[in-house]
């Protein structure tokens, strides 16, 4: 069965440091990773997706993800947080498996940046 | 271009009453779904859709219909509302069921029920 996680239901962070936000994941087949952004009162908009290959994923706004195989992981990552990227972000899998149709989302990470 | 288009935004309903919330899409997505956002709990899935014709039920489909006689329409009926399903919902679709596309969201229904 496939299941991700969102172990932090809130990050906080200062302005112009790095961002960590993190996910992991379980899935029978290969995983098909997603990042996903809230602002309120809005739909997700999508962030990034890890398919196959480089490890280290680079997506929109500056945002990029790390593939760990190994630690079934895919932390979301920044190198200087905007106080315009405080937002709900969303990790999403997908299992490549022959069949399998349903992305399962985790339970959401509220990023707070602090001027 | 529209993207994918939720209507009502808002609703309120008694207990008991049916709805249906709409969904149109206008990208030619072969793969639709509705989740319900509820605090703590992120999105859950109700029901998806691979293609005109067919549907499957997700993690939580009890309480819900769907339907889906063309590509661009994916509508959801509660056929009983009940305060349990007060919730924030939203469609979303993608290009085909490939497991490497992302989804596109609509800006979600806000439905209470009293």
């Known amino acids: 069965a496939q299941s991700v996680a969102q172990p932090e239901d809130q990050v906080n962070v200062a302005e112009g440091n790095p961002l960590t936000v993190k996910c992991t994941y379980s899935?029978?087949?290969?995983?098909?990773l997603f990042w996903y952004v809230q602002y309120p009162n809005r739909g997700l908009q999508f962030l990034l997706k890890?398919?196959?290959?480089?490890?280290l994923v680079k997506g929109s706004y500056g945002f990029e993800a790390e593939f760990n195989k190994s630690q079934t992981s895919f932390h979301l990552k920044k190198p200087s947080a905007l106080v315009s990227d405080s937002a709900l972000y969303f990790c999403a899998v997908r299992d490549g498996e022959r069949g399998t149709y349903k992305y399962i989302f985790g339970t959401g990470t509220r990023l707070k940046v602090l001027a | 271009n529209a993207g994918v288009t939720q209507t009502p935004k808002f609703q309120v309903l008694k207990t008991g009453q049916s709805m249906t919330l709409q969904c149109a899409q206008d990208?030619?997505?072969?793969?639709m779904s509705w989740y319900r956002q509820d605090p703590g709990m992120g999105l859950r899935l109700i029901h998806y859709?691979?293609?005109?014709?067919?549907?499957d039920q997700g993690e939580v489909p009890n309480g819900y219909n769907v339907s889906r006689s063309t590509t661009e329409d994916f509508p959801l009926r509660l056929l009983s509302a009940a305060p349990s399903q007060t919730s924030v919902y939203f469609c979303?679709?993608?290009?085909?069921?490939?497991?490497?596309?992302?989804?596109?969201f609509g800006d979600g229904t806000r439905l209470s029920i009293l």
């Open positions: 899935v029978s087949g290969n995983p098909y």
């Open positions: 859709s691979v293609g005109a014709g067919i549907t």
């Open positions: 890890y398919i196959t290959g480089d490890n």
């Open positions: 979303a679709s993608s290009y085909s069921d490939s497991p490497n596309q992302p989804q596109h």
């Open positions: 990208m030619n997505h072969e793969y």
